[in-house]
């Protein structure tokens, strides 16, 4: 079983940066896909960023400003956010899918972290 936690959300200013990190316990992420996403207060949760063997992905709306990284540990996942929106304010949560194909096996996720941009 696959356990996944998120770290590194806080109260941040505008312009500012955070580095969150995704820690599995219980398996090794190489085999996994890995997405961070967020869900701002009253929307649907959203794809902010990805990271396959393919390569990575990011929603429009951060390209330029977050990157998405794999730990020099093998059970770790970054995502580093530099400046930061008050638009960018919601919980983050990560997510390990494997895939047979293109189709999801399964996943797993985290119990999210909280990012609030704020002056």
């Known amino acids: 079983q696959l356990q996944l936690v998120e770290s590194g959300g806080g109260l941040v200013q505008p312009g500012g940066s955070l580095r969150l990190s995704c820690a599995a316990s219980?398996?090794?992420?190489?085999?996994?896909?890995i997405g961070w996403f967020r869900q701002p207060p009253g929307k649907q949760r959203e794809l902010v960023a990805s990271?396959?063997?393919?390569?990575?992905n990011y929603a429009d709306s951060v390209k330029g400003r977050f990157t998405i990284s794999r730990g020099d540990a093998k059970n770790t996942v970054n995502l580093q956010m530099n400046n930061l929106e008050p638009e960018d304010t919601a919980v983050y949560y990560c997510q390990a899918a494997y895939y047979n194909g293109d189709t999801l096996q399964y996943d797993y996720w985290g119990q999210g972290t909280q990012v609030t941009v704020s002056s």
């Open positions: 990271i396959s063997t393919s390569g990575t």
């Open positions: 219980g398996l090794a992420l190489d085999y996994y896909d």
